[in-house]
């Protein structure tokens, strides 16, 4: 508020000041011509028609800036002061190389070329911002909201700003071009002067002006479209780079020409500099994502639509839902495939595990069985067999036969519902939790028994017997041949325990279900029949560790799983709590058709 | 690049607020512009910053969960692993490229897998518990191996005066 007073105050008095001055000639004179040559000879009177010009020239950038811009923004009003303050200094250090050329011409030029180039980084930011701010909300809600009409309406509103862009843009193409052009011609009619300096600048602003309209347009495409437009990334860089390339090539230009005539240019140091490293980056990140385009095609498999659609698939990159385009790495971590070769331009590592994937891909075998959940899209996706899989063991193998990805998918959702519920809902505690190897489409994999992993990986049908059965006595076997078999078999019982154990997990899955079925039946009839209170749970847990006691201590009482109870030893304010129990075994025997 | 970072951002934003960790505060500071964050934090139960309500900022790069954010408090703060600016320096707000300590094993770096919850769960427990190795701040660090009864005053000072008592 202050700064603002007194650039208010400043920009007042100059002008009372020049109309002073002014007035004082034209009273001295009389008359235009002679009071002209006053002012100009007066060393005071310039002084003020000078400091006149400058705010003049600050109330112009003020108005054009509106005009362009509206309201800057924070950071690009910081960003601006910033650039500007370097532009001052490297403006004075070349005022030190063209002392002999300087005059107020001079000074005005190097001024407006000041006032041109913030206005290209004005333009630059802006185009830029227009990538962060979150309007393609903002014309979805409209979309939403308003009718047709409407909508269209204030879609041409929301444009306003856009063709004010692209005016200031063809604006500042064609000044560039206009004072490259004067420059040369200035240049060739009456050799190197300063010209040479403002042509250089000017052309260095006129690749920027082309790069922020490239930009500009690509980004207009991609937010007039629907889906995010994927080439975009790739056209983005390409342009970086011959742009880049550009600037360096005009900088080495300026660097040599002013080294001959004039002295090594200092002031333009830093911006070479900037422009090299900017470059490098550019051939780097190229560089870098062809690379990571390539490996993308060749290395990694597609996962396919059903296999996608079987799993939780969130991509952890992106966080949103994959529903094509997925890439399956050696780990088994499966992401975007726009979203990883993103990442691959950066880290040749898998962002879940930071397993190096350019060193374990070569080899083209996955290390660890593919979920079984996606029996036939895994086989259609990969058509040969991976080698780590010995065949002859197939004809015994079973479990997949006896536990079917389906069933065991339905029981788990089932008898987890809570936990797993609570869990999803707080999905990225979950999913990215700091245990990375966790593969990602296992979300459903049964959190509070530590699910065993699926049994050996099933993802082809069996194929066509190739291999003969083994004799059923084992005369005329080899050695090496029985040894196999031996082997083969150990691997059958493993699976077999294996699956066992799958099995007693669901017993203890159903059982924990049946228990969360009963309590919540409890409360169903504590609310239903309002008799006993809630304390009575107390009350009725007592009671049965009492019995449990006496059961441990009575040795033959183990044996024999007799009611717990009978009727007679039941104390007196126990009563409701058999009361309770016997209406709940009532509700529970199946042919009772009245409990829920 | 920076349209998906900016749908990441508003998908993490979202889960903040819907499902927001305990004692974490965190948003844009206004919904023009997504990639600056305002962040509270609340101190840690048991260690010298308890209670203390701890403003910061955390300021996205336009290609966000591919590079990290940067995170600054904004109060005045003196911990080991933070610069006297107000910088927080741990290891997962490093990408694998730069170490400015030189005590990082590339597994605890960015990676797009982290996001602004992990990040503000991993100050709060660094605020509980330093890390003297790789220290931003060498008084803090120093006195904090030194002379704790002297750091955890220095801390509850602090702690009074983000509450504005003092």
């Known amino acids: 508020m202050q700064t603002k007073m007194r650039a208010l105050l400043f920009a007042?008095?100059?002008?009372?000041?020049?109309?002073?001055?002014?007035?004082?000639?034209?009273?001295?004179?009389?008359?235009?011509?002679?009071?002209?040559?006053?002012?100009?000879?007066?060393?005071?009177?310039?002084?003020?028609?000078?400091?006149?010009?400058?705010?003049?020239?600050?109330?112009?950038?003020?108005?054009?800036?509106?005009?362009?811009?509206?309201?800057?923004?924070?950071?690009?009003?910081?960003?601006?002061?910033?650039?500007?303050?370097?532009?001052?200094?490297?403006?004075?250090?070349?005022?030190?190389?063209?002392?002999?050329?300087f005059s107020p011409k001079f000074v005005a030029l190097f001024t407006l070329l000041l006032f041109l180039k913030s206005f290209h980084w004005l333009a630059e930011d802006r185009v830029d911002f227009m990538e962060r701010s979150p309007v393609i909300t903002w014309v979805f809600h409209l979309r939403i909201l308003c009718k047709i009409l409407v909508q269209k309406f204030l879609r041409k509103i929301h444009l306003i700003p856009r063709v004010i862009l692209s005016a200031l843009l063809t604006l500042l193409g064609a000044l560039d071009y206009l004072f490259v052009n004067s420059a040369y011609h200035s240049t060739l009619s009456k050799g190197p002067s300063v010209q040479l300096v403002f042509g250089f600048e000017y052309?260095?602003?006129?690749?920027?002006?082309?790069?922020?309209?490239?930009?500009?347009?690509l980004h207009t495409i991609d937010i007039e479209s629907e889906n995010p437009w994927e080439a975009k990334a790739v056209y983005l860089l390409h342009t970086e780079l011959i742009v880049g390339f550009l600037k360096v090539v005009l900088y080495g230009l300026f660097m040599l020409i002013m080294a001959r005539i004039h002295t090594f240019p200092l002031f333009a140091i830093r911006p070479m500099y900037l422009t090299t490293r900017a470059f490098k980056r550019a051939l780097q990140d190229v560089i870098m994502s062809r690379r990571a385009?390539?490996?993308?095609?060749?290395?990694?498999?597609?996962?396919?639509?059903?296999?996608?659609?079987?799993s939780d698939s969130t991509c952890i990159i992106c966080r949103e839902e994959m529903t094509s385009g997925a890439k399956r790495l050696p780990c088994n971590h499966i992401f975007h495939t726009l979203c990883l070769r993103s990442w691959f331009q950066r880290q040749q590592t898998c962002p879940t595990c930071r397993l190096d994937v350019l060193q374990t891909a070569q080899p083209q075998a996955p290390p660890r069985p593919p979920p079984p959940a996606a029996n036939n899209a895994q086989a259609d996706a990969r058509p040969a067999p991976p080698p780590a899989q010995p065949m002859g063991h197939r004809p015994f193998h079973m479990p997949h036969v006896w536990m079917p990805a389906a069933p065991r998918q339905g029981n788990a959702g089932d008898a987890s519902s809570d936990s797993t519920a609570g869990a999803s809902a707080s999905s990225s505690s979950t999913q990215a939790g700091p245990i990375p190897m966790m593969p990602p489409p296992f979300a459903f994999s049964f959190p509070a028994h530590g699910f065993p992993f699926p049994p050996p990986p099933p993802f082809f049908p069996p194929p066509p017997i190739s291999v003969p059965?083994?004799?059923?006595?084992?005369?005329?076997?080899?050695?090496?041949?029985?040894?196999?078999?031996?082997?083969?078999?150990?691997?059958?019982i493993r699976n077999r325990i294996r699956c066992l154990r799958n099995i007693q997990c669901f017993l203890d899955a159903a059982v924990l279900q049946m228990h969360q079925y009963s309590t919540a039946t409890g409360r169903h009839i504590f609310t239903s029949n309002d008799e006993p209170t809630l304390p009575n749970f107390e009350g009725l847990l007592k009671n049965l560790q009492e019995e449990a006691r006496k059961v441990d201590k009575e040795p033959e009482g183990a044996a024999g799983f007799s009611p717990p109870q009978a009727p007679e030893e039941i104390p007196e304010e126990d009563k409701e709590a058999a009361e309770l129990r016997k209406l709940r075994l009532q509700r529970f025997s199946p042919n009772d058709d009245s409990a829920k | 690049?920076?349209?998906?970072?900016?749908?990441?951002?508003?998908?993490?934003?979202?889960?903040?607020?819907?499902?927001?960790?305990?004692?974490?505060?965190?948003?844009?500071?206004?919904?023009?512009?997504?990639?600056?964050?305002?962040?509270?934090?609340?101190?840690?139960?048991?260690?010298?910053?308890?209670?203390?309500?701890?403003?910061?900022?955390?300021?996205?790069?336009?290609?966000?969960?591919?590079?990290p954010p940067k995170m600054q408090f904004t109060c005045e703060m003196f911990h080991p692993n933070i610069y006297p600016d107000g910088r927080v320096c741990i290891s997962i707000l490093h990408s694998p490229g730069d170490d400015p300590t030189g005590y990082e094993s590339s597994s605890e770096r960015w990676s797009p897998v982290q996001s602004v919850e992990k990040i503000l769960l991993s100050v709060v427990s660094m605020l509980a518990e330093p890390n003297d190795e790789s220290a931003a701040n060498l008084d803090a660090a120093k006195m904090w191996r030194d002379d704790r009864q002297q750091f955890n005053q220095i801390a509850q000072k602090l702690v009074r005066h983000t509450l504005g008592l003092q």
Not at chain 1, 72 to 88: G, P, T
Not at chain 1, 203 to 217: D, G, P, V, W
Request: hydrophobic residues 45%.
């Open chain 1, 12 to 101: 007042l008095g100059s002008f009372l000041l020049t109309s002073a001055v002014v007035g004082h000639a034209y009273y001295q004179r009389k008359q235009f011509y002679p009071s002209v040559v006053f002012i100009t000879k007066s060393n005071p009177s310039m002084a003020v028609m000078y400091t006149q010009g400058f705010v003049l020239v600050l109330l112009v950038g003020k108005l054009m800036r509106k005009l362009f811009f509206g309201q800057l923004h924070a950071a690009e009003f910081e960003h601006l002061i910033e650039r500007s303050w370097y532009a001052v200094t490297e403006t004075c250090l070349a005022f030190t190389v063209f002392r002999d050329d």
């Open chain 1, 203 to 217: 052309a260095i602003l006129l690749t920027i002006t082309t790069n922020i309209s490239i930009k500009y347009i």
């Open chain 1, 293 to 310: 385009i390539r490996n993308m095609n060749h290395l990694y498999p597609d996962v396919t639509p059903e296999e996608l659609a079987n």
């Open chain 1, 469 to 492: 059965l083994p004799p059923a006595n084992f005369e005329g076997m080899t050695r090496e041949e029985l040894e196999a078999l031996v082997g083969v078999e150990e691997e059958n």
């Open chain 2, 1 to 67: 690049m920076a349209r998906y970072a900016l749908r990441r951002l508003m998908a993490e934003y979202k889960q903040l607020t819907v499902n927001p960790p305990e004692g974490i505060i965190a948003g844009p500071m206004n919904e023009e512009n997504f990639f600056e964050w305002e962040a509270l934090i609340t101190g840690p139960e048991d260690t010298p910053f308890e209670g203390g309500v701890f403003p910061a900022k955390l300021q996205f790069p336009s290609d966000y969960p591919l590079s």
